[in-house]
């Protein structure tokens, strides 16, 4: 079992930016295919926002983030992060982290369906 933490959500006026963490409460016995990041707005449904392979580094964001997010590894510390730059009112959402050990396809990796383990979620909440 995989328990995830997330935290370093708050909130930022429009333009501002935020890094969110994501570990494991008891570390991983094994290392992970992917880790990711997901959000879920009121009333929409939960999308992928920034996922990684994390042997290869391999990174894939959805298009409304690409040039404003960054999804990086701390392999020492176990840590997955989300730096998050010139944030939108539209950006405002419960983010996720997720995590698979299964071999999943490219076109999968930014699908809610394709993660097994997930955190609780962080808010973060833009203003404008």
């Known amino acids: 079992q995989v328990q995830l933490v997330e935290s370093g959500g708050g909130s930022v006026q429009a333009g501002g930016s935020l890094r969110l963490s994501c570990g494991s409460a008891y570390g991983f016995t094994y290392r992970p295919y992917l880790m990711g990041w997901f959000r879920q707005a009121p009333g929409k449904e939960r999308e992928g926002v920034a996922v990684?392979?994390?042997?290869?580094?391999?990174?894939l964001y959805v298009d409304s983030v690409k040039g404003r997010f960054t999804i990086s590894k701390d392999i020492a510390k176990k840590t997955l992060y989300l730096l998050m730059n010139d944030l939108k009112p539209e950006d405002t959402a419960v983010y996720y982290c997720a995590t698979t050990y299964a071999s999943i396809s490219s076109w999968r990796r930014l699908l809610r369906d394709a993660y097994k383990f997930w955190g609780q979620g962080t808010q973060v909440t833009v203003s404008s």
């Open positions: 990684m392979q994390i042997r290869s580094g391999a990174t």
